[in-house]
């Protein structure tokens, strides 16, 4: 079965410009996760689907930051425009929690997107 | 400060030595994570536990709720268990993770 996957694995652009990540989950986990680790800190949640409803997009930094999941399946985190501070690593899991209980379920990760805002 | 803190953030050992990890939370959780990463990879889910504790291989977890304290036990360290080691807490609405742990186990 695939794992989580997630693309591009680098994506390197400028400052203004717009950058869209995908991540596909493991088929079948309603939840879906938004994460990013920028330089140095601790990985920070960003949002969380449950099928194609967000969940809690408290973590979304700012209004840059869209995400979304059509269909229930796979989702997109789209950045426009960049700017420096959005480099990192943004990472994607899916699961399949108990009910709506964030953290019930296993966590399956992605590879992980590297983001590097110029 | 950090909703989950976990100490030590660097550790260095010397294979075949007995590891801890540990982790502690201030919020209510519905479970806590530890998590694995190597270099340049991505993110493994190693344990997933509310209570007790749980054993895989070489690896051993606990948690006390009373306490919000969890620890990672890795027995007869070797240099493939050189990685971030993470620990997160799911809190039924979201996930807060520790800035994690990085383990270098010499040959």
């Known amino acids: 079965e695939a794992g989580v996957t997630q693309f591009p694995s680098h994506s390197v652009i400028e400052k203004g410009q717009t950058v869209t990540l995908r991540c596909d989950p493991i088929s079948g986990h309603d939840n879906l996760y938004w994460y990013r680790r920028v330089m140095g800190k601790e990985i920070k949640f960003l949002l969380h689907?449950?099928?194609?409803?967000?969940?809690?997009e408290s973590g979304m930094p700012n209004n840059r930051f869209l995400a979304e999941r059509t269909g229930g399946t796979y989702s997109t985190l789209k950045v426009q425009p960049a700017e420096l501070e959005d480099s990192g690593v943004y990472f994607c899991?899916?699961?399949?929690?108990?009910?709506?209980?964030?953290?019930?379920?296993?966590?399956?990760f992605g590879e992980g997107s590297r983001l590097t805002v110029l | 400060k950090n909703e989950v803190e976990q100490s030590p953030q660097n550790l260095t050992a010397q294979e075949g030595e007995f590891i801890t990890i540990n982790c502690s939370y201030s919020?209510?959780?519905?479970?806590l994570h530890w998590l694995q990463q190597h270099p340049g990879g991505g993110i493994v889910s190693l344990f997933m536990?509310?209570?007790g504790k749980k054993k895989h291989g070489r690896l051993i977890a606990t948690i006390n709720i009373q306490e919000k304290h969890s620890s990672l036990h890795i027995t007869a360290s070797h240099p493939r268990d050189s990685a971030v080691y993470i620990c997160?807490?799911?809190?039924?609405?979201?996930?807060?993770f520790g800035t994690g742990t990085s383990l270098t186990v010499i040959p």
């Open positions: 997160a807490v799911g809190t039924g609405n979201q996930f807060y």
């Open positions: 536990l509310s209570s």
């Open positions: 689907f449950v099928k194609e409803s967000k969940q809690d």
């Open positions: 919020v209510g959780i519905s479970a």
């Open positions: 899991a899916s699961s399949q929690e108990l009910g709506l209980m964030v953290g019930t379920g296993e966590l399956f």
